[in-house]
């Protein structure tokens, strides 16, 4: 089959399919729309876009194809019920095309229930734009029907500030070689920070594209920019997720992730401190600075919410220069002041405020802390007292850790059980136990021994983890889950049983494993078998008013526990008794793969 009768295969029978991108709002990581995509037949050479679109403006039929385009994304965007704007991506040959029929989008938008305000014309650029005055005429024939435009992969190919200047998008995605290694990249850092400004004195958007890594998101959210797009966030794909939460920072196990500090947030830090506005002269906030010797920074603040910062040094430096009074004292701080500071909710765990930090790309020694809601200016923090709560912190949990695993001890399992019992709310504890670890020991010997419960240490710290949750290790093969909430847990449990099973036999020699076991002799110089290391699990649903103390919580723990090491294999133990009269317990005994 010829080309020419594929393409014409093609558009004839509408065999695209569409594709979703979230773009997301960096503030809170909620999606704000999606980049509508288009793939070809899946099993034809005519899959990827480029080559179809190629293929179609060697033709000559390049506005055929785009028409057939617009008509599947929307269709499907409607179709799938998807919240934001839709991107939708046109070449400025399509815009100019003479046989383009003025209308097209609007009948497609009215079929399928769509406002044209919830669509953006994304100008993806193939060829070089030669005369601008049609250019212009184009987009605003677009924008007179509602839409808005957005200028495409700024700092690529034939894309430039002119675009920006001549169009006036209202939004404009950075080009993916500006955001790849940001991270590690002092000049892409200081690139994007212009270009916030400059958008922002112009009323943009600015998208970052290209997103992979968490490190790569951190720097982005917190040089202000806001929107981002890439495989970190999501891929492509054809029902994509209508919501979406911030990408956390990728990092390696951290322990004190599972102590309770709910007192450690950045809140502690707020320290009052006058602020500027952006209109203000330049004159004005220097006069602020030297009448108060000891005002060490300027939060510049509109309508409430932080837009930038001034440092005396910086400010005061730059008064000093010749001509600077003379040419700018008049000057609204707006054009001097920094537009990126570092903006801290002030819910933020101060672990994950120290990685913000050294993500921003730069050290300075405060940041501004905003109300995790408003996004509104609450105070100024300091570098050196976080670095101070820090080290009080770590100090407490190298205290209170288990030596072997990491994980809370005795003393933090007991002050957390106690603090929930305060609060007077329903929780779930389940109580760890290895079966036959005690002759595993005397067989393989103690490092072999540690090894078993590192592994388990592992399986619990990677069971998926709600608001409120803790883990701790009591000691030897014992392990405490802590779960918020009435009937919480018990799913994880089997899953942690299963994980265990599966993993098991890892620790044996290859005899043992395949005999299902080890053969020891007793005290009497009798041989006996115990068969593979297995894991009970006693779980106790307290609620308010059974117990007075992590004193006896532990003690209903561990005879829930003893009912559930009496049962062969990895076992789950429920305790269903609501008063101490009462002694309806129940076993669950999940189907595990048993090695043999």
Same mark, same amino acid.
């Given at each position: ?174 080009? +993916?070689?500006?955001? #790849?290694?940001?991270? *590690?990249?002092?000049?892409? !850092?200081?690139? $994007? =920070? ?122 005061? +430096?730059?008064?000093? #220069?010749?001509?600077? *009074?003379?040419?700018?004292? !008049?000057?609204? $701080? =707006? ?130 983890? *709600? ?130």
């Amino acid at each position: 089959m010829s080309s020419c009768q594929t393409l014409d295969h093609i558009i004839a029978g509408g065999h695209l399919h569409a594709l979703f991108q979230p773009i997301v709002d960096m503030r809170d990581g909620k999606v704000a729309g999606y980049e509508g995509l288009i793939r070809g037949p899946s099993d034809s050479p005519w899959h990827a876009p480029q080559k179809l679109l190629a293929e179609a403006r060697r033709q000559g039929r390049l506005f055929e194809l785009d028409v057939l385009c617009r008509e599947v994304i929307l269709g499907q965007f409607a179709h799938l019920g998807l919240a934001g704007k839709l991107f939708l991506n046109v070449t400025p040959d399509v815009l100019l095309d003479r046989k383009a029929i003025h209308g097209v989008t609007l009948r497609f938008l009215k079929e399928v229930g769509i406002p044209p305000d919830r669509v953006v014309i994304e100008l993806t650029e193939q060829e070089p734009i030669i005369d601008y005055s049609i250019m212009r005429d184009a987009v605003r024939h677009y924008r007179d029907m509602g839409f808005s435009i957005a200028l495409d992969d700024l700092g690529a190919g034939y894309s430039s500030l002119r675009h920006w200047s001549e169009l006036q998008p209202e939004y404009v995605k950075i080009d +993916m070689h500006f955001v #790849q290694n940001v991270d *590690r990249d002092d000049v892409k !850092r200081q690139f $994007l =920070r212009s270009i916030n400004e400059i958008a922002h004195g112009l009323g943009t958007r600015i998208i970052a594209e290209g997103i992979e890594t968490a490190a790569e998101y951190e720097v982005i959210r917190h040089l202000g920019i806001p929107l981002g797009q890439g495989y970190h966030i999501a891929r492509p794909a054809a029902e994509p997720a209508m919501a979406a939460e911030r990408p956390r920072h990728e990092r390696s196990w951290d322990p004190q992730e599972w102590f309770p500090a709910p007192r450690n947030r950045a809140q502690e830090l707020i320290h009052p401190n006058p602020v500027a506005n952006p209109n203000q002269t330049l004159a004005d906030t220097v006069a602020q600075f030297q009448t108060s010797p000891d005002l060490h920074c300027l939060p510049v603040v509109d309508r409430g919410r932080p837009v930038g910062m001034v440092r005396r040094h910086e400010l005061l +430096m730059l008064y000093s #220069q010749r001509f600077t *009074r003379e040419l700018h004292d !008049r000057s609204p $701080l =707006r054009y001097f002041m920094r537009v990126d500071p570092l903006l801290v909710p002030a819910d933020q765990p101060l672990e994950e405020l120290s990685e913000a930090i050294s993500a921003h790309g730069q050290v300075d020694q405060e940041f501004v802390i905003i109300d995790p809601h408003t996004g509104d200016y609450l105070g100024v923090g300091w570098l050196v007292e976080l670095l101070k709560k820090l080290t009080k912190l770590q100090v407490h949990y190298a205290r209170y850790a288990n030596p072997l695993t990491q994980l809370p001890g005795n003393v933090p399992i007991n002050e957390h059980l106690d603090g929930l019992l305060a609060t007077h709310q329903p929780f779930t504890v389940a109580y760890c136990d290895l079966d036959h670890f005690k002759p595993f020991n005397d067989h393989y010997g103690y490092a072999r021994g540690d090894r078993v419960i590192r592994a388990l240490g592992d399986l619990v710290r990677r069971l998926p983890r *709600r608001q409120g949750d803790f883990v701790g290790h009591v000691g030897g093969d014992d392990f405490i889950l802590v779960f918020n909430g009435e009937g919480e847990g018990h799913a994880r449990c089997k899953w942690l049983l299963e994980a265990f099973a599966e993993q098991v036999g890892e620790f044996y020699d290859a005899g043992d494993r395949a005999t299902g076991g080890v053969t020891l002799l007793d005290r009497q110089g009798r041989p006996r078998f115990f068969p593979l290391l297995s894991l009970s699990i006693g779980v106790v649903p307290v609620d308010p008013g059974l117990f007075e103390s992590h004193l006896d919580i532990a003690q209903r723990a561990s005879e829930v526990k003893r009912c559930a090491k009496q049962k062969p294999g990895n076992t789950l133990f429920v305790d269903r008794r609501l008063g101490s009269d009462q002694h309806d317990i129940v076993t669950d005994k999940p189907p595990v793969r048993r090695l043999g």
